[in-house]
């Protein structure tokens, strides 16, 4: 009994930890050349303008704060829409992958300071 109660509570710490590490980042991602190409022609228009108010590349804080959401929904708004951000992001042939790929790299960037 001993044993099972053990093992129950066990599983529990894991699946409690596995469910605050929404708000760690993701490890870095390097984007291929077509990602790159994409990123250059949509994303970094606000992304990479510090006169935007978007989250910039590489700013963690403010990445961190919208991954607590999950990357799933994080891709969803960027394909959708949400608030400020228009539908697709300015990119009319972005893939899911594509968006998540572009995240991620934005979200983990080493941004020079």
Not at 6 to 30: E, I, R
Not at 36 to 48: E, G, V
Request: charged share 10%; glycine share 4%; hydrophobic share 40%.
């Amino acid at each position: 009994m001993k044993t099972l109660i053990f093992l129950l509570l066990s599983s529990l710490v894991l699946v409690l930890s596995a469910c605050d590490n929404k708000s760690t980042l993701p490890l870095p991602v390097s984007l291929n050349e077509q990602q790159a190409k994409l990123f250059a022609q949509s994303c970094a228009i606000c992304h990479a303008s510090s006169s935007n108010p978007a989250p910039q590349v590489g700013d963690k804080a403010a990445w961190n704060k919208r991954l607590e959401q999950g990357l799933p929904t994080l891709v969803q708004h960027a394909m959708q829409g949400f608030n400020s951000m228009p539908a697709g992001g300015l990119c009319t042939t972005c893939t899911p992958p594509d968006f998540e790929a572009m995240i991620v790299y934005m979200a983990t960037a080493q941004t020079k300071k």
